[in-house]
């Protein structure tokens, strides 16, 4: 019988030969893949080792192996691959290096600029229970990226954060143990800042861990409101 095999199709460029990007077309057996980075990892250990991708830990932790595949952002090591076509192209708004590589040093330097660590009042400072919880669904941002790409805002403006890094500055500012939240506020109120943000729910759609951004923007908007 005929082994039943996945069509994926896979972005490619590589910036140091190629003068514009192009699609690959593959064939990969359904009897040993199952997700979308086993299908890329099939592809470059035994139909063309030059394709470049990132992973990691391949079970949802890490965030490396964000991509974006038949119209949504996700997980590589999450998505399911589906029996129709599957293609597969890189987070938009970040320069490809290679491939589905993408330089995420733009989105690094926007997650810095927003001071992502506890400043404490006190050096004992204690966090009850409640105030733990009440940050919860913040804590599981996993910076992978995705909803930073699905982002209209951040694709025209590169001065604006991003929806990852307003995830964790909200984070910050329901900390009870934390110090600077006033200046966590001004950090991002001013033109380039949370008001550019138009609560278009891309981001909320892009994220594979259901942070939910759009909620924690409209929040931080209220506090400095
Ligand atoms: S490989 Fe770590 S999240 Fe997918």
Redesign the pocket.
Known sequence: MKEKKYKISVFRFDPLVDTDYHFEHYLVPRSKVKTV?DGLIYIRDYLDGTLAF?????????????VHVNGGYG????MPLKPGKNVIRPLAQLPVIKDLMVDMERFWEKHESIKPYLVRKTNNAEQSYENRREMEKMIDC?L?GACFSACLMTGKNPDFHGPAAYVILNRFLHDERDAIQKQRLDIVKGENGVFRCHSMYNCNEAC?KNVKPSENILEIKKNIN
């Open positions: 980075l990132r992973s990691s830990c391949r079970q949802g932790r890490c965030g490396s192996c964000a997980l590589a090591c999450e996993i992978c594979p």
